[in-house]
């Protein structure tokens, strides 16, 4: 974990109200499903801001991040050479080593963010394969990074019209996989949780919960599981199905 | 040239990490080394582990952070077995904070906690996000000054006050610790506030109010710290809003002997490095050689 303050390279949009943000950083220790907390120079806001890491290489870090509110709005101003101080990278990050064979992937919204980077991380396993579900609202975003990917894809849109049109969760087998990983809004990490619970298969889920510190010594983003109260920040974002206290 | 003292301890600095934003001092260990702050105030400690509040706990405004975690923290014991042997390995001044829902639970907490080799002990009776006790003692003179007499018998250690700007009158507060025994106050725990969910016609916090802390209480907090120092002649640790070396040297001249600082670390998480060197700097500056030659020049 470093506080450092860097430069944006490349900041461009990828669907209404949806930017990836690259920034200069050594990426190489980053993990995929670990995040970061960012500010903007003349921060006039007193917290940061809590992203996923989209992408790390050797000398750049990238996100995905969705316009909702302030914070990501004056992100969103940000242009090439512009300052910006990052935390990070925070937390625990998917299991990628401990997983294999068949693994699938699920993101709702802008919880696909983190999965483009873990769906990389497992397939350096040659022996991994990976299925991909993205779960969008209306408009599809960010695909044309995805699809690159030697994975097999799943796309439903709720209320669009591209792919299946209905819940991402209609299309999931649980039952087809060794592993799930999920991000994205409660409700659906819950509904794959009651199906994977179903047919034992595992799961880990990313949760997100308001932050203050980010590195777990503030207790702002309490998280219950059946191990106690955990922090987002520092215990997570990533939990296993076994630790979650979810009624199924 | 950044030394103080406080009831009668060398601190390096005058620099304190607040209560509750430092959890007992591992976490940031991680990015810098914690030594560099004159000392670290713990999470605030109960006599039972507490699991704390539900709902959400934190909440930005405009220019402060507001908050509820509601005390959640591994009890007394746990703290003394397992958080601080690994605290006084670090080369800073220890100051245990401790909370209570009841005289019992002060009594029996300040007497685990004063048979160990913390350096000293807060006595928060200003937590604003307890159902039960908490800030209850610290609203009025007559029983904070009973708390802290009874809890002043028991420890032998140096003991501070943190009292709440939510008092009826602080300067009274204040006046009762110092009478009760108190070697120090410290001064303020966070406003009580609120926020609501216009959508969903409903407070943000389950316990509908929660604490105010961060920039825009400075003003406020300045003005508490200095109205308490022209009474009393126990030190006064100036706490609220502090960001910048010359908020530390405002609350100073307000008569603090050192400060703590809370929220500002969730914007900047090395502040206190650079807040060093910016306090050093001010002082050159500002013709300052020791921070005793300004402390409560503003009368
Ligand atoms: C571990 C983690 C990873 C995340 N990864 C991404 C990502 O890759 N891309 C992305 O677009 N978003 C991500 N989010 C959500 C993102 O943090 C929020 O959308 C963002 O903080 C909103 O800030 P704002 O100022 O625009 O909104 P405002 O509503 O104005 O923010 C007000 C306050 O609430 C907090 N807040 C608001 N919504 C959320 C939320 N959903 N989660 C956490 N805090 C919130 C803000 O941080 C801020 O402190 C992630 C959240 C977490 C916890
Ligand atoms: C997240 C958070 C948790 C806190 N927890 C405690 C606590 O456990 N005990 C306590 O005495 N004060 C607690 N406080 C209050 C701070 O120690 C401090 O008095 C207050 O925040 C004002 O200072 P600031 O404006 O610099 O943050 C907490 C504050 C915050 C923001
Ligand atoms: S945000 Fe402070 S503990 Fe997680």
Known sequence: ?248 | MLETTLCGIPFKNPLIAASGVFGFGAEYGELYDVSIWGGLCTKGLTLQPKSGNSGYRIYETASGVMNSIGLQNPGVEAFVNTELPRMKKLNTRIIANLGGHSTDDYLLGIEKLDRTDVDMIELNISCPNVKSGGMAFGLQAKSAGEIVGLCRERCHKPFMVKLSPNAENIVDVALACENAGADALSLVNTFQAMAIDVKKRKPVFENTYAGLSGAAIKPLALRMVHAVCQKVSIPVVGIGGIRTAEDVIEFMMAGATAVQIGAALFSNPLLPIQMIDGLQQLMEQEKISDLSEIRGIIK
């Open chain 1, 1 to 248: 974990m470093e506080y450092f303050q860097t430069k944006v390279i490349n900041h461009y949009q990828v669907g209404k109200g949806i930017f990836v943000m690259e920034l200069v950083a050594n990426g190489s220790r980053c993990r995929a499903g670990q995040f970061f907390m960012l500010k903007t120079a003349d921060a006039s806001r007193p917290l940061m801001r809590p992203i996923s890491i989209y992408q790390a290489t050797d000398n750049s870090v990238s996100f995905m991040y969705r316009i909702s509110g302030q914070g990501t709005e004056e992100l969103s101003h940000l242009k090439n050479n512009d300052t910006i101080f990052i935390l990070g990278p925070l937390g625990n990050g998917f299991p990628c080593e401990k997983v294999s064979g068949r693994i699938a992937l699920i993101g709702g919204g802008i919880g696909i963010a983190p999965l483009w980077f873990t769906a990389e991380t497992l397939l350096k396993n040659t022996e991994n394969e990976v299925d991909v579900y993205l779960g969008y609202r209306d408009e599809l975003f960010a695909l044309d990074h995805f699809v690159i990917l030697d994975t097999d894809f799943f796309i439903a849109t709720e209320y669009g019209d591209e792919g299946y049109h209905g819940l991402i969760t209609d299309l999931f087998e649980p039952d087809h996989y060794d592993a799930v990983f999920a991000c994205g809004p409660e409700p659906m990490m819950k509904a794959v949780f009651t199906m994977c619970k179903e047919v034992r298969t595992p799961l880990w889920i990313s949760a997100e919960r308001r932050m203050a510190c980010g590195v777990g010594a503030c207790l702002g983003c309490a998280f219950p599981t059946l191990n106690g109260v955990k922090r987002v920040c520092k215990d997570g974002p990533v939990f296993a199905d076994k630790e979650l206290c979810w009624e199924s």
